[in-house]
């Protein structure tokens, strides 16, 4: 009997760490998401005749450099002051690494949740891949370029960071990754 009582009190202590790792990926996957639409968004600092905006402008985009440069260094090696050629590896770079982090969240709570069969994890990077030609052609719409390097990487990133997570939750079996 004591066993029993036992048993369901670990299965109760996994199912609430399930849970709040489920709801840790899903607000780490709503401010990814937020946080990248909003800083994609925002014009350069070229697109405001008022130098005061500007001026705010380009703080914004300075601060979300070194941050966004920061998150891609471990993909690229690359530190602020990089070469031209740098920097625009830098910068898919960038889009790789946001993008992976966007399928990583959205993968895992999902994994975690029990439910990442092949069909959802399609959807995911379907989702996201879709989500970032949307987020390139918007851009225009606001004065900056659509890049199609920038879509590839980003592409790149959403089918990365689903498979690894699809893998890897398969990899586990039907336990997945509770443990």
Do not use: C, N
Not at 12 to 23: D, F, G, K, P, Y
Not at 67 to 89: E, I, Q, Y
Not at 143 to 167: E, K
């Amino acid at each position: 009997m004591s066993e029993a009582v036992a048993a369901r009190a670990e299965a109760s202590e996994l199912s609430q760490t399930r849970r709040r790792i489920v709801l840790a990926t899903r607000l780490v996957l709503v401010g990814t998401w937020l946080a990248t639409a909003v800083i994609t968004h925002l014009p350069g600092p070229s697109g405001s005749s008022d130098p005061a905006r500007a001026s705010q402008i380009r703080a914004v985009w300075q601060a979300f450099g070194r941050f966004a440069r920061a998150l891609a260094s471990p993909f690229t090696g690359l530190r602020d002051g990089s070469s031209s050629v740098g920097a625009l590896f830098d910068d898919k770079a960038i889009h790789f690494a946001l993008t992976l982090m966007l399928a990583f969240a959205w993968s895992l709570s999902r994994a975690v949740a029990g439910r990442l069969p092949r069909r959802h994890a399609t959807v995911i990077a379907v989702a996201l891949i879709g989500y970032a030609g949307v987020s390139e052609l918007l851009q225009t719409v606001i004065g900056r370029i659509a890049d199609p390097g920038d879509f590839f990487a980003a592409a790149l990133g959403a089918v990365v960071g689903t498979g690894a997570i699809y893998l890897a939750r398969r990899s586990l079996g039907p336990e997945g990754v509770s443990g």
